[in-house]
C-alpha cells in the first residue's frame, strides 16, 4: 500500500451536490442512478487513525459521491464530489457559492462556470486522488462533513462530524477483497 499524501486543504474540505441546494445541475449529474450488487468490486471506506472502519459502501465503476460541508466562517454549503472512473478516484468537480476563505478557482485545474445563482461550479477537475485515498482532519458538528450520493433513485448520506469530528480519517476507494482483508 502506498503512504498516504495529504492533499491540499482547499481539495480536502469543499463539497455540497447541487441537488440539497436546489442548483441547475447535479453534482452526481449523468451517474444515473447506480445500482451496486452486494457483491461491487470497489467500495469507498471511512478509517479512523487506529485504521478501524468507520463506514463502507459500494461504488462500483461509474458511481459519484460528495463530499459536503457547511465552511466554518460564512456559514455556506460546499462540495467536492468525486467518481470511481476505471477503479480510480477522482476529483470530477466542485461547487462553490463564493470566494471565501480557503476556496476558489485555479487557473488551468478544471474550467469555472456559473451556477446561476450567484456562486460557481468548477467542472472537469478530472484530477486523480493519489493512491485512491486521502486524509480528512473532519470538523465540527456545525461544519458537518458528510458523504453524499444517490444509489437507485434514493439519495443517502453518512455524516462524518457526528462519527469522527475532530478526528483524521482515510476516505478511500479500494477493491471490496482488500476492504474485507482489512476487517
Partial sequence: MQPLRRLPWTLTVRLVPAF???LTGSPLAGAGSTSAPANASELLVVTDEQGEQL??????EGSRWCLKWQHSVEKFTVLDCYRNHA???????SHQPDFAAGLGHI????????????????EHIDEPVPGNQYVLRVGAPAVNHRLVWQRNG????????????????TLGLTEAADANAKN
Fill in 20 to 22: 440539497v441546494l436546489g
Fill in 55 to 60: 463506514f463502507q459502501t459500494p461504488m462500483p
Fill in 154 to 169: 434514493q439519495a443517502h448520506s453518512f455524516s462524518l462530524s457526528r462519527r469522527a469530528a475532530g478526528e483524521r480519517v
Fill in 107 to 122: 487557473y488551468g485545474r478544471g474550467e469555472q462556470v456559473s451556477d446561476g445563482q450567484g456562486g460557481y461550479w468548477i
Fill in 87 to 93: 477503479g480510480v478516484m477522482e476529483l470530477e468537480r
